[in-house]
């Protein structure tokens, strides 16, 4: 097999491919996307901190004074929000958005939040197990990360079955070569949660909650279109990761059986599990970064004006990193994966989906014991965001 993002085969199991890479071609051009393929971790890691890489190149040319051809106009709704939010600009405007986010997202206020997500994960897991199972990623891990975005941006409960659609819609736009109709639905997503988000801002200005929203709203420097796009970038960041690492890790634990049972019974090394979950089959398959300068990357010189595919999942699996990296370790304590990214793009939200997820795998673990699968999962198609369908699950 080689690297192929649209083949089924390769996107279940991309491991012995990204081996291959890093032996024999760790810096490789994929003339499918025209990106350079970066397979190693040394190499991934410095490159997200390389400030000759921007996730755009928008602040310093055009598209075409960079040698790019201009989106087409009917995606203009959908970049327009995306561009207005902090992970797909660069300073001085990222350091401004980040400045103005971060405040919901010091460590005292998320710790803060630790005993409402634990209410939420308890309720979903108790009507969980009292059904006797189901499909663990609809009915537990979907719903947790949404209702913890929405009750900090302040989405009324009504409107919130929209986000998840809206998200993963507009989500379909990041796979690489999105088909037509992918590229239409995004345009839709992002067009109809913009205006959702505009009108809920409108509201908290005019009367204010204690919620996010209604946060930024009051502030001035932040322009409507900032507000959008960081809360649309919160909501597809703040559960796209944390609904993956879940289904994706119950999937790993119960291929590794053993391990399952070493983490049942002894529930303190929760934190170094979650860690090794996000190391051993990232959801962030991929992230990708303009040359903004020429550069040089394991003696492979590339030019400015390309972009590079920064493979996370290659790179979690670096035998020059980690020891044993094909091995699930629910133990392993050293553990520097790049699932979370680095650099000035590090995920905010890292250490609430840590609370999530360390209280979600907690809850299913406490209250269901005897948590079994009940038939093998199927991934969905798509490669840089990398998830299973459904995971379904028996409890007693």
């Known amino acids: 097999m080689r690297f192929d993002p649209w083949n089924p085969d390769f996107v279940a199991s991309p491991y012995a491919v990204y081996d291959e890479l890093r032996r024999e071609a760790p810096v490789s051009f994929f003339?499918?996307?025209?990106?350079?393929?970066?397979?190693?971790?040394?190499?991934?890691?410095?490159?997200?901190?390389?400030?000759?890489?921007?996730?755009?190149?928008?602040?310093?040319?055009?598209?075409?004074?960079f040698g790019r051809e201009p989106e087409p106009d009917f995606q203009e709704?959908?970049?327009?929000?995306?561009?207005?939010?902090?992970?797909?600009?660069?300073?001085?405007?990222?350091?401004?958005?980040?400045?103005?986010?971060?405040?919901?997202?010091?460590?005292?206020?998320?710790?803060?939040?630790?005993?409402?997500?634990?209410?939420?994960?308890?309720?979903?897991?108790?009507?969980?197990?009292?059904?006797?199972?189901?499909?663990?990623?609809?009915?537990?891990?979907?719903?947790?990360?949404?209702?913890?975005?929405?009750?900090?941006?302040?989405?009324?409960?009504?409107?919130?079955?929209?986000?998840?659609?809206?998200?993963?819609?507009?989500?379909?736009?990041?796979?690489?070569?999105?088909?037509?109709?992918?590229?239409?639905?995004?345009?839709?997503?992002a067009s109809e949660f913009s205006d959702y988000l505009k009108g809920l801002a409108r509201a908290r200005r005019a009367a204010p909650g204690e919620d996010l929203i209604s946060a930024l709203a009051q502030i001035e420097e932040l322009t409507e279109d900032?507000?959008?796009?960081?809360?649309?970038?919160?909501?597809?960041?703040?559960?796209?990761?944390?609904?993956?690492?879940?289904?994706?890790?119950?999937?790993?634990?119960?291929?590794n059986p053993s391990e399952l049972v070493r983490?049942?019974?002894?529930?303190?090394?929760?934190?170094?599990?979650?860690?090794?979950?996000?190391?051993?089959?990232?959801?962030?398959?991929?992230?990708?970064?303009?040359?903004?300068?020429?550069?040089?990357?394991?003696?492979?010189?590339?030019?400015?004006g390309v972009e590079i595919a920064l493979l996370f999942g290659s790179a979690n699996r670096d035998p020059e990193v980690f020891d044993r990296p094909d091995t699930l370790d629910v133990g392993r304590a050293d553990n520097p994966h790049i699932s979370f990214g680095a650099g000035i793009h590090f995920c905010l939200g890292a250490p609430l989906a840590r609370i999530e997820l360390v209280e979600s795998f907690g809850a299913l673990l406490r209250r269901a014991p005897d948590i079994a699968l009940v038939e093998e999962p199927e991934w969905n198609p798509g490669y840089i965001i990398r998830g299973l369908r459904s995971l379904d699950v028996s409890c007693g």
């Open 31 to 65: 003339e499918p996307t025209g990106q350079w393929l970066i397979a190693r971790h040394a190499d991934v890691n410095a490159l997200l901190r390389d400030r000759r890489l921007g996730r755009s190149y928008l602040h310093l040319a055009t598209h075409e004074e």
């Open 77 to 189: 709704p959908f970049w327009r929000v995306i561009r207005a939010g902090m992970l797909d600009v660069e300073p001085p405007v990222h350091t401004r958005l980040r400045r103005l986010v971060s405040k919901a997202f010091t460590p005292r206020m998320v710790e803060s939040m630790r005993p409402r997500v634990r209410a939420i994960v308890e309720g979903l897991v108790d009507d969980f197990v009292e059904k006797g199972g189901g499909d663990l990623i609809a009915e537990v891990a979907e719903p947790l990360p949404v209702t913890v975005i929405a009750e900090m941006l302040g989405v009324p409960d009504a409107d919130r079955h929209l986000l998840r659609p809206w998200s993963a819609d507009i989500c379909g736009m990041y796979e690489l070569n999105p088909s037509q109709e992918a590229q239409h639905t995004a345009v839709r997503a």
């Open 226 to 255: 900032e507000l959008v796009g960081t809360c649309v970038l919160l909501l597809n960041a703040g559960h796209e990761a944390t609904v993956n690492v879940t289904g994706n890790g119950w999937w790993s634990l119960f291929r």
């Open 263 to 304: 983490l049942r019974e002894d529930l303190s090394l929760l934190p170094t599990a979650v860690e090794e979950l996000m190391r051993y089959d990232t959801p962030l398959q991929m992230f990708e970064r303009w040359v903004l300068e020429d550069i040089e990357v394991g003696g492979v010189s590339i030019p400015k």
